[in-house]
């Protein structure tokens, strides 16, 4: 795969970060077949807000999500276990995601169990993290060069 480039077009991985992060905001389209793969909650950066994200940046260290257009990489086994790395394809948006290793991966305080008990889901450091029961399914069927793009409000 070529460093950035979407070479797969089949999926379309939507984050909806306006909505908030006790309701499904994750979506994964199968654009061939017209079909919604995963309605799925997603966390958010500790620093982009409590229960809904607010705040966004492309700085390291910020510990906020970042928006925009992502092209997913290859997985790996790190720090929370199966992931996926995303280059971020916005200059000055979100092209330091890679760096930054703004990665999806399994979390355990991304359930509806943890949205119940404080409110909201528990947040990353800035990743889109999903429930650990469907992390691994998740990222094999969207790796290796999907779209990803994540929106939210001002």
């Known amino acids: 795969m070529q460093r950035g480039a979407i070479t797969r077009q089949d999926l379309l991985t939507i984050i909806d970060y306006t909505k908030p992060s006790v309701e499904p905001r994750l979506w994964v389209l199968d654009l061939e077949a017209g079909a919604v793969l995963y309605r799925e909650l997603v ?27 992502f092209v997913t990489a290859a997985p790996y086994v790190g ?63 969207i790796k290796g060069g999907t779209a990803v793009y994540a929106y939210g409000g001002p």
Do not use: W
């Open 43 to 69: 966390a958010h950066g500790r620093e982009s807000g409590a229960n809904l994200a607010r705040f966004f940046s492309n700085k390291t260290g910020s510990l906020m999500s970042s928006l925009g257009l």
């Open 79 to 141: 720090q929370n276990g199966y992931s996926l790395r995303l280059r971020g394809l916005d200059p000055g948006v979100n092209d330091l995601a890679f760096e930054r290793a703004i990665v999806f991966h399994g979390a355990p305080y991304v359930s509806q169990a943890v949205a119940a008990r404080l409110g909201r889901l528990g947040r990353s450091l800035g990743c889109p993290a999903v429930r650990s029961e469907i992390a691994r399914t998740l990222i094999d069927t």
